[in-house]
């Protein structure tokens, strides 16, 4: 069985978990394709594939709009196959309900968005990194970590990622994919 992840990235973090993604599901038996959604050639064909993985991150309660259109233009193959959806932001990483909530609503968005439904969901902490942020960007994430009871020394940067929560979602949805019904 073969399976195909695309996604979409704003600084990197989202890019690096499908490739770790990628080789859980290579050591697992799981032949993988790991390509962005929107890199100047066209976009990937999922039909080819017996499963399909799409991740993004959530910035300013949006996915990345290459993702996001990505979905739609393919949303009729993605709902016709077992396709599954990584949700990446630092909501997954808070210890509140309206972290949660908020991880949610952005999901909720995103599948009327994009006409659609994922068989299966996993929302993975994202990542802070201070090293890559303007003073402003910064100070905002030093806001957001303070709330939510996250690291603030910026002169860090962090990685919030369960790796071995995201590597039980990605083996696990593959291998229910591959049983027999």
Same mark, same amino acid.
């Given at each position: 069985?073969?399976?195909?992840?695309?996604?979409?990235?704003?600084?990197?973090?989202?890019?690096?978990?499908?490739?770790?993604?990628?080789?859980?599901?290579?050591? /697992?038996? $799981?032949?993988?394709?790991?390509?962005? &959604? !929107?890199?100047?050639?066209? %976009?990937?064909?999922? =039909?080819?594939? +017996?499963?399909?993985?799409?991740?993004?991150?959530?910035?300013?309660?949006?996915?990345?709009?290459?993702?996001?259109?990505?979905?739609?233009?393919?949303?009729?193959?993605?709902?016709?196959?077992? /396709?599954? $959806?990584?949700?990446?932001?630092?909501? &997954? !990483?808070?210890?509140?309900? %309206?972290?949660?909530? =908020?991880?949610? +609503?952005?999901?909720?968005?995103?599948?009327?968005?994009?006409?659609?439904?994922?068989?299966?969901?996993?929302?993975?902490?994202?990542?802070?990194?201070?090293?890559?942020?303007?003073?402003?960007?910064?100070?905002?994430?030093?806001?957001?970590?303070?709330?939510?009871?996250?690291?603030?020394?910026?002169?860090?940067?962090?990685?919030?990622?369960?790796?071995?929560?995201?590597?039980?979602?990605?083996?696990?949805?593959?291998?229910?994919?591959?049983?027999?019904?």
């Amino acid at each position: 069985m073969r399976v195909l992840i695309v996604y979409g990235t704003t600084e990197g973090h989202t890019r690096s978990l499908c490739h770790f993604a990628a080789r859980a599901l290579g050591e /697992a038996g $799981f032949p993988t394709a790991v390509q962005p &959604a !929107a890199s100047g050639r066209s %976009p990937p064909v999922p =039909t080819p594939y +017996d499963a399909v993985i799409l991740a993004a991150s959530i910035h300013v309660g949006r996915y990345q709009p290459p993702l996001v259109a990505y979905a739609r233009e393919q949303h009729e193959v993605l709902n016709a196959k077992p /396709a599954a $959806f990584i949700s990446v932001s630092l909501s &997954a !990483a808070g210890i509140t309900p %309206p972290d949660w909530e =908020t991880c949610d +609503d952005c999901i909720a968005r995103f599948e009327h968005e994009t006409l659609w439904t994922p068989k299966a969901v996993h929302k993975a902490a994202g990542a802070i990194r201070y090293s890559q942020y303007d003073f402003f960007k910064k100070l905002a994430l030093k806001f957001i970590a303070a709330e939510r009871g996250l690291p603030i020394v910026t002169s860090r940067d962090y990685d919030l990622t369960d790796y071995d929560a995201l590597s039980r979602f990605v083996t696990g949805f593959a291998s229910e994919v591959q049983a027999p019904r």
